[in-house]
């Protein structure tokens, strides 16, 4: 079975962009987590969707937010970029459902904003 | 609220050394405990989990016990290898769905 995919895998914006990242889940899983990953901060988690519907949502401001599609791809959108949003972005996936806890990380996305 | 945390490093040992990563979580709840694995340049791998006390998870000689009296989830291994060089995530489950609350890592050098 093909792991998690993300892509692209790096990306160099400049502050006031806006960027979109993708992510392609393992087959047959239907919920997708996005956490942000800096040396500062560490693992922050974004938001998960599962069956198209966000089900929860970390505490980043409005710029972030994300979808995701019927075949379970999701995409993040960070808009008016910031410095400080320079991160490794990942996304996890897993079977979903009230008890499925087993996340699957994709390689990630490097987002360098100058 | 729910946290974790993780020993600090980074940790030095030789090869063929006994390994502890010291993890303790908030009690709140009734969370799911996982010890993630990330390489350089790689995102995590999932190296073991524990969903209620008591439970031992363990994967490629790494082992953690779900230790509710004392809310902790240390990573053990007998031997490590070089291989085994990485830094380490404790992380627990909050709240309902599969949002994650990761430790801060603990990075290992495995020395020859």
Known sequence: KAGVTQTPRYLIKTRGQQVTLSCSPISGHRSVSWYQQTPGQGLQFLFEYFSETQRNKGNFPGRFSGRQFSNSRSEMNVSTLELGDSALYLCASSLGGTYSYEQYFGPGTRLTVT | ?112
């Open chain 2, 1 to 112: 609220g729910n946290s974790v945390t993780q020993m600090e490093g980074p940790v030095t040992l030789s090869e063929e050394a006994f390994l502890t990563i010291n993890c303790t979580y908030t009690a709140t709840g009734y969370p799911s405990l996982f010890w993630y694995v990330q390489y350089p340049g790689e995102g995590l791998q999932l190296l073991l989990k524990a969903t209620k006390a008591d439970d031992k998870g363990s994967n490629k000689g790494f082992e953690a016990t779900y230790r509710k009296e004392t809310t902790s989830f240390h990573l053990e291994k007998g031997s490590v290898q070089v291989s085994d060089s990485a830094v380490y995530f404790c992380a627990r489950t909050t709240g309902g769905g599969n949002k994650l609350t990761f430790g801060t890592g603990t990075q290992l050098k495995v020395e020859l």
